[in-house]
């Protein structure tokens, strides 16, 4: 059986090079991080409050609790609600609660954070060459998607993976 198609590596070096590619990773990580920021910087959001107004446009048919946006992003509870109510006072996220549980909120993108975000989403195809990249993004997603579910599955644990990004012009919920 070839190293790929089970969930142990098939020799030591096998995990060497999963080791290896999640320091790739962890690295490519605070690159990418870096590089939004530069974009989103002028538009005063950080990669975080970003990444906030991305979930909430994703999800808009189903609103993300405060406590699921907060692991997506990678935040602690406290970070998180500095960064929604900023945004909220912005206008371009929306709370609710959870009629069942009072201490339970969701958010929404406003129609203004909509808008923000199609202000924003233009200047990454100016500021990134997509057109150097080995591979499209949508099939590099794809497969981190698919290794993480993999890796997960062998681990007992569920990846904290999201959708993939489209600003085209969804479902009003």
Request: contains cysteine; charged residues 20%.
């Amino acid at each position: 059986m070839e190293s790929m198609a089970c969930s142990e590596p098939d020799s030591p070096q096998d995990a060497v090079e999963l080791i290896s590619m999640a320091i790739e990773m962890a690295s490519c990580e605070k690159t990418m991080r870096a590089a939004i920021a530069q974009v989103v910087a002028p538009f005063n959001l950080s990669e975080n409050a970003f990444f906030i107004l991305v979930l909430c446009h994703q999800n808009l048919r189903k609103s993300l609790s405060q406590s699921k946006l907060a692991k997506m992003v990678g935040l602690s509870p406290a970070q998180l609600s500095y960064l929604v109510e900023q945004l909220r006072q912005e206008g371009w996220i929306h709370p609710q609660r959870d009629p069942n549980d009072r201490r339970r909120q969701y958010w929404t993108l406003t129609d203004d954070g909509m808008v923000r975000l199609e202000q924003i989403m233009p200047h990454f195809r100016d500021a990134w060459q997509f057109d150097q990249l080995p591979v499209d993004p949508q099939t590099l997603v794809a497969g981190l998607r698919k290794l993480v579910a993999i890796l997960g599955a062998s681990l007992n644990c569920r990846p904290v993976a999201s959708q993939p990004v489209s600003l085209s012009k969804p479902h009003a919920a």
